[in-house]
Structures are given as structure tokens and as C-alpha cells.
């Protein structure tokens, strides 16, 4: 597997040339990466227009995956989410807001997107739900919906894993798109591995038109480094890809991350995948040994442990000099790599055994079907105050406000805001809310 994004990069850290050129650091500084920190210089190619060792390497990547063609984001799946929603949302003459179907546990990206396209959505609830986070949607919830809508959406959206390590059934899921002839996006921004377990079980794989990946939550690349992904039974969006891409990110990607995700094909390509599969057994055993000290722990993606004990075991974790990815009331999520070795495993299961409380979790109330007042786009983009949260009962929310992680929103712009949703604000430590000045 080439790598010839980081091979240009490294020979020219390693040249004798003037940097008369972007960034201003001139490749010297106290940091130690900056001799690597390119702009789009001569030889470098662009990464929204790339004909060069960008394209190279993307090629390389969708070889990887097994995509019609994958491409590169250095501003995480954030990115890569606005550019298949603008893919598939593209204006017709004459016709009204489109309209996508989505999975009520969407992140705020998704949300930003809707009104920077002005997008139409209805919300999939599931008919349990016991998380912010968790959107239990099946294939017979998706087909009851998708028979009673008055006109098809562009897309279904859906998020899997979500942040809580639950994983949809992709494949039933999209069997149902495909009969009524919508795509299926994913934000599968925690599950970039799933393509290298013993069983494949990445969305593209399992019939997903597009999903978006951050490559740097869960294999070795620097942060903001991420992946749109477009299906080989979808070859017709691959053409405006880029474009799409380029309506939204910055004309400065950091070639720090570029070279990560370069090198990232490399690792994939080699002994990579047998690392994950080793760690998903390791992590297996792991779960078992937390449950016999009496804990529960939460089903869940391969390279999550999520243990259904909240702040307490998380302050705990963290006084033993241990960081979890996220907790609240009633979870603790912790997220491995195979950059954690057997000794960092040991010292979790050490922690744990500690524990002197084991707090049951607290009751929670996930959202649910709310007013609309106005469409996203005109609620984000309309004139707002910041209120407290006591103060905010029947106003009209303007911007989604939630903490990130999980930066689920607990009520989505334009809808007006409910005696629920304050105990919800007040539940993640949020005092206060932009709302439309009416």
C-alpha cells in the first residue's frame, strides 16, 4: 500500500527549501510537527480538486473499503455529513423543501446541515427509547413510515453505533430503502473499524448508499481526520462528491491530517485489522469480568465497554488516572483501540475492583414528538437571545444546545420547548438556551 501523501510531506520537511508560503510558522516551532504542516503548495494537490497524491490516496482507501470512491476529510465527519446530505437534497425546479427521514438521535451536525440546505425532516422515534442517545429503529418501524408519507423523502438517515455502542440491523434497514427507492445515509462516525472484524459489518457493506466515518475515534489518525464513503451501487453520486465537500470545509486542510489518514491505509493494509479483532475478544473478556464484580454492562459495539453506572464510576475512573470518553447519570462509555495495550486494560479492571459505591443509574426520559413553529433553518438563522433554562418554558428554541458528547440535541431548532426538555437541560448541566425572539 502506497502512502504518497505522507511520502511528499516527509520530503519536503526534510528539504532545503524556502518556505515563502503558507502557514506562518515557516515549519519551525516548540510543537515539533510543524516542519510536517503544509498548505496546498506545488506537488501537494488539492484535496477538493485532487487529480494528484490525494486521489492516490483515496484510491487507496476505497480499495480498502470497497467503495465506488471514498473521500478524505480533515474536519471530521462533521463534513462528511453536510456533503451527502447535499448530495442527495440537491434542488429540483419547482419542487418544495426536500425532504429527509431521520432518526430522532441525530448529532447537531446533522441539524446545522438541515438548515444551511434548508432541509424538511420528519423524525423516526422508536417506540421505546431509553437514552438521548439511543434510537431503536427497525425495519418494520422504517417501513410503516416510509408507507405512510404523503411524499417519499430523499433519504432515511440514521445513526449507527450511536454514542451508547448500540448498532441498527443496517442490512434490514436498507433492504427497506431499496424497495421504496430511497438511499440510506449513516452516520457511522464511531464505527470506521466495523469493516475489519472478522464479520464485515461496515454500512457500506451491509447496503448503505453513503456513511460518514471519523477515522480518528477509532483507528490511528490524527482528530478531525474522517471519511465520506459512497456506495458502488450509488456510482452517479461520486461526480459531485468533492463539490459537495468543498461547499462546506475550509480551503486550508491540515496536511497533518492527511498524512495520518494516509497512513492510516498502510496500517489497514497491513496486520491492523488483526489488532482490532484481537482487542474485540480482549475487550469481550473484559466485559465479563466488570459484570462478575457486579456491575451492568450495556451490549454494545466490539470496541466499547459501557457500563450502566454513571458519574460516580466515571469520578472514580478519573481519580485512578483514568479518562472515559463519556458519562452521565446512568452511563460511563469508555472507547479502545488497538493503541491500548493489555497493561492499560489491566489497570480499568484494577480501578473498577475499587469501586466502593456502585450507584443505581437514575431514571431517564429520552425526548419525544415535540411542537414545530418553524421550519430549522428559519429558527437558526433568526434573531435569538440566550435565556436561562427556567426561563425558557414555550419559547421557541432557536439553536440545539447540548453538551458534546453526546451533542445529541434535546430539542431541535424551531421546536418549542417543553417542561420535559428543561428536567432534560437540566439533567446534562445546561443553565441556558437561545431562543427566537418572538
Not at 506562518?24 to 515539533?32: M, V
Not at 490525494?54 to 467503495?67: A, D, R
Not at 440537491?90 to 418544495?96: D, I, L, M
Amino acid at each position: 500500500m502506497t502512502t504518497p501523501i505522507f511520502d511528499f510531506v516527509k520530503k519536503y520537511s526534510e528539504s532545503d527549501t524556502v518556505r515563502f508560503h503558507m502557514p506562518g510558522h515557516k515549519g519551525i516551532g516548540e510543537l515539533g510537527c510543524e516542519k510536517y504542516d503544509l498548505t496546498e503548495i506545488f506537488g501537494a494537490d488539492v484535496l477538493y480538486s485532487a487529480d494528484g497524491i490525494i486521489n492516490e490516496s483515496e484510491n487507496n482507501l476505497s480499495s480498502l473499503y470497497g467503495t465506488a470512491h471514498s473521500f478524505y476529510s480533515t474536519e471530521g465527519s462533521t463534513l462528511a455529513i453536510f456533503a451527502m446530505l447535499a448530495l442527495v437534497t440537491r434542488h429540483r425546479a419547482g419542487e418544495k423543501k426536500p425532504l429527509i427521514l431521520a432518526g430522532r438521535n441525530v448529532h447537531t451536525a446533522f441539524v446545522k446541515a438541515a438548515a444551511l440546505l434548508d432541509l424538511e425532516v420528519e423524525w423516526l422515534y422508536p417506540e421505546r427509547s431509553e437514552h438521548l442517545c439511543s434510537c431503536e429503529i427497525t425495519a418494520p418501524d422504517l417501513k410503516k413510515a416510509l408507507s405512510g408519507m404523503e411524499k417519499m423523502p430523499r433519504a432515511v438517515y440514521v445513526t449507527s453505533p450511536d454514542y451508547l455502542g448500540n448498532m441498527l440491523d443496517i442490512a434490514s434497514l436498507a433492504e427497506v430503502c431499496r424497495k421504496y427507492g430511497v438511499p440510506l445515509l449513516v452516520d457511522n462516525a464511531h464505527g470506521a473499524y466495523l469493516k475489519f472484524l472478522k464479520n464485515d459489518i461496515h454500512p457500506i457493506t451491509l447496503g448503505a448508499a453513503m456513511c460518514a466515518d471519523s477515522a480518528h475515534k477509532t483507528l490511528p489518525v490524527l482528530t478531525g481526520g474522517a471519511y465520506l464513503h459512497i456506495s458502488k451501487d450509488f456510482p452517479e453520486l461520486v461526480g459531485g462528491a468533492r463539490r459537495a465537500l468543498s461547499l462546506f470545509a475550509s480551503t486550508s486542510p491540515s496536511y497533518l491530517t492527511l498524512a495520518s489518514l494516509d497512513l492510516c491505509n498502510k496500517r489497514l493494509a497491513e496486520d491492523y485489522p488483526e489488532k482490532i479483532v484481537s482487542l474485540a475478544e480482549k475487550i469481550a473478556e473484559v466485559k465479563a469480568k466488570i459484570s462478575s464484580l457486579g456491575f451492568e454492562v450495556a451490549e454494545s459495539e466490539p470496541l466499547k465497554i459501557v457500563v450502566r453506572a454513571g458519574e460516580p464510576l466515571a469520578d472514580h475512573l478519573r481519580g485512578q488516572g483514568i479518562e472515559c470518553e463519556f458519562s452521565d447519570s446512568e452511563y460511563t462509555v469508555l472507547m479502545l483501540t488497538p493503541e491500548n495495550s493489555d497493561s492499560d486494560l489491566e489497570r480499568l479492571l484494577s480501578a473498577i475492583e475499587t469501586v466502593e459505591r456502585k450507584a443505581k443509574p437514575l431514571s431517564f426520559k429520552a425526548p419525544k414528538p415535540h411542537e414545530r413553529v418553524m421550519s430549522i433553518r428559519e429558527a437558526v438563522l433568526s434573531e435569538c437571545e440566550s435565556i436561562k433554562i427556567e426561563s425558557s418554558l414555550g419559547r421557541i428554541c432557536a439553536s440545539p444546545t447540548v453538551s458534546c458528547p453526546p451533542a445529541v440535541p434535546i430539542v431541535i431548532s424551531g421546536e418549542r420547548i417543553t417542561r420535559e426538555d428543561i428536567e432534560l437541560f437540566k439533567h446534562y448541566g445546561i443553565e441556558f438556551v437561545d431562543v427566537v425572539i418572538e
